[in-house]
């Protein structure tokens, strides 16, 4: 009795555990974001695929929306056919600001955002009014909507 007392005790330890480490993440945030730039526009030159580059952090409930469709959802085969694609952590909007700001693309509208690039890594398209920051609200179909949009703006 005391063993499966105490076996029943580890295991809910560990399942506490497992859930306040939370969800697993989705940006790199210690990555290097402007060599991962340039090795995915590398990787674009000879696909001759423009680059999407998604700004967000894995706080972000509407960041996890949108990286589930790109795996998953309608919008899946699309990006994966049109782009390539970089993901860039902003923290808590501390992070890499300088990169999006770069490209055109205020943070302060909401995240996530976007910017395609061509392969030389001139801007095509940036989210400039918080496009995406209601993913989770714009569902599956209108992030795919959003994105074919896009893709036949470049």
């Not at 809910?12 to 859930?19: N, P, Q, R, V």
């Not at 995406?132 to 896009?150: I, N, P, S, T």
Request: glycine share 10%; with cysteine; hydrophobic share 45%.
């Amino acid at each position: 009795m005391r063993r499966h007392f105490l076996a029943a005790t580890l295991l809910a330890t560990l399942g506490l555990a497992a859930h306040a480490a939370g969800p697993a993440p989705i940006y790199n945030e210690s990555a290097d974001a402007k060599a991962e730039i340039r090795a995915t526009l590398d990787e674009a030159a000879k696909a001759k695929l423009p680059v999407l580059v998604v700004f967000g952090a894995n706080w972000c409930g509407d960041c996890r929306m949108l990286d589930a469709a790109f795996k998953g959802g309608a919008s899946a085969p699309l990006i994966a056919k049109s782009y390539k694609v970089v993901k860039v952590d902003v923290g808590r909007f501390d992070h890499n600001v300088d990169i999006a700001e770069a490209y055109g693309v205020p943070l302060k509208k909401g995240i996530p955002a976007v910017a395609v690039l061509s392969p030389q890594g001139k801007v095509l398209y940036a989210t400039t009014g918080g496009e995406l920051a209601d993913a989770r609200k714009m569902g599956d179909q209108g992030v795919y909507e959003f994105f074919e949009r896009v893709s036949k703006t470049h």
